[in-house]
């Protein structure tokens, strides 16, 4: 079945303790992106990936890093993480689809983070 | 700087009725629009798009409008379905292959049976 997968799916963790969401993607698509979805101001574009080893960064990049080693995989890692980094995150891949004619995203299941 | 915005955070539509999403944006290089459904507990997934060559993209029972002058799409849902009932964003981005989005806040759809 073709899917993004995201891990974990929950996640409480403390001001200052180093962590890694995983995302990871089967379907071969060479764009990731990450998203954080907060109330009142919808998704928001953390970072993305047009392929191995190439990233760049979206919107809300501040205290956020990622790699690209494999096209499979996008983690999303948080050094340092702080309160305000309290969100729902999605993980999504994209590719051009021939029946709609446009770039469609295919979105994780998504990680809810608290950072207390 | 709300770039893409959706005004009512909520919608309440009986079945069989038309639903009408709205969504604004500023950024007049914004030239290519998407809307996504998003049930609770799940990721978004795509619905429907629409260029800024065309002002209306129909798929089934939904169609997007666009209004470029007034910088302004709607989508529209008819009939509406209990199983309709979903956040709905809108996001928009310069080019359709391009690597950035901009998104809406959402707007909470309930299909009332």
């Known amino acids: 079945e073709a899917q993004v997968t995201q891990n974990p799916r929950y996640l409480i963790t403390v001001t200052g303790k180093k962590l890694t969401v995983t995302c990871s993607q089967n379907?071969?698509?060479?764009?990731m992106s990450w998203y954080r979805q907060d109330p009142g101001l919808g998704l928001r574009q953390i970072y993305y990936?047009?392929?191995?080893?190439?990233?760049d960064k979206g919107d809300v990049p501040e205290g956020y890093k990622v790699s690209r080693k494999e096209k499979r995989n996008f983690p999303l890692i948080l050094e340092s993480p702080s309160p305000n980094q309290t969100s729902l995150y999605f993980c999504?891949?994209?590719?051009?689809?021939?029946?709609?004619?446009?770039?469609?995203?295919?979105f994780g299941p998504g990680t809810r983070l608290t950072v207390t | 700087d709300q770039q893409v915005k959706q005004n009512s955070p909520s919608l309440s539509v009986q079945e069989g009725r038309i639903s009408i999403l709205n969504c604004d944006y500023t950024?007049?290089?914004?030239?290519?629009f998407l809307w996504y459904k998003k049930y609770p507990a799940e990721g978004p997934t795509f619905l429907i798009s629409?260029?800024?060559?065309?002002d209306k993209n129909e798929d089934g029972r939904f169609t997007v409008f666009l209004n470029k002058s007034a910088k302004h799409l709607s989508l529209h849902i008819v009939p509406s379905q209990p199983g309709d009932s979903a956040v709905y964003f809108c996001?928009?981005?310069?080019?359709?292959?391009?690597?950035?989005?901009?998104f809406g806040t959402g707007t909470r759809l309930k299909v009332l049976a």
């Open positions: 999504a891949s994209r590719a051009y689809a021939l029946t709609s004619e446009v770039y469609e995203q295919y």
């Open positions: 379907m071969n698509h060479e764009y």
């Open positions: 990936s047009m392929n191995v080893e190439v990233t």
């Open positions: 950024n007049s290089m914004f030239d290519y």
């Open positions: 629409i260029s800024s060559i065309k």
């Open positions: 996001a928009a981005s310069q080019g359709s292959g391009t690597y950035k989005y901009i």
